[in-house]
T-cell receptor, first 111, second 115 residues
């Protein structure tokens, strides 16, 4: 399967706490991307980490990648109510031109 | 805003009918992908168009077809609608170049209900 699988399926935290979600995949990759989807809307690209990178930061987002374990994690620090959304990881193979998504992690941030 | 626009935003059809959904790509993008997202599920890849030709297809029957126009806009056509076709249909555009990162830019989607 070319898709990533996110874990947990659902996560509920208090505003200000950190949120961590994980992704596992099965194929070799060129990069791995994380997307956010607000309810009933389109997906928004958050961050991309290349296969030769181990960690990447963007604002309150921190992504790690372990290619030996075929896994990635997304950490959102100091969460806000506006972070409430579904989060999807998308492993991208070399030469691939489309993405395959799992069922996502549904994050709820309680004000 | 990604610059990808989809129309219509909502649509109601009855079983057996045909539907056409439309997508305008982000300026400068040459590739369009279509996804189907059922309630509570992740987006499922339907197919992709590059240079007006189908360039990859997911596990969807032939009654799902598409077009890409010279201006890179695209249509998704679904014939003989079934109840299970009820879903959010997402269009995503991207720039296909050697060494590109394959980042997809999504529209807001078309919500299709089949009764």
């Amino acid at each position: 399967s070319q898709q990533g699988e996110e874990d947990p399926q659902a996560l509920s935290i208090q505003e200000g706490e950190n949120a961590t979600m994980n992704c596992s995949y099965k194929t070799s990759i060129n990069n791995l991307q994380w997307y956010r989807q607000n309810s009933g809307r389109g997906l928004v690209h958050l961050i991309l980490i290349r296969s030769n990178e181990r960690e990447k930061h963007s604002g309150r987002l921190r992504v790690t990648l372990d290619t030996s374990k075929k896994s990635s994690s997304l950490l959102i620090t100091a969460s806000r109510a506006a972070d409430t959304a579904s989060y999807f990881c998308a492993p991208s193979q070399t030469g691939a031109n489309n993405l395959f998504f799992g069922t996502g992690t549904r994050l709820t941030v309680i004000p | 805003e990604t610059g990808v626009t989809q129309s219509p935003t909502h649509l109601i059809k009855t079983r057996g009918q045909q539907v056409t959904l439309r997508c305008s790509s982000q300026s400068g993008h040459n590739t369009v992908s279509w996804y189907q997202q059922a309630l509570g599920q992740g987006p499922q890849f339907i197919f992709q168009y590059y240079r007006e030709e189908e360039n990859g297809r997911g596990n969807f029957p032939p009654r799902f077809s598409g077009l890409q126009f010279p201006n890179y806009s695209s249509e998704l056509n679904v014939n003989a609608l079934e109840l299970d076709d009820s879903a959010l249909y997402l269009c995503a555009s991207s720039l296909r170049l050697a060494g590109s990162k394959n980042i997809q830019y999504f529209g807001a989607g078309t919500r299709l209900s089949v009764l």
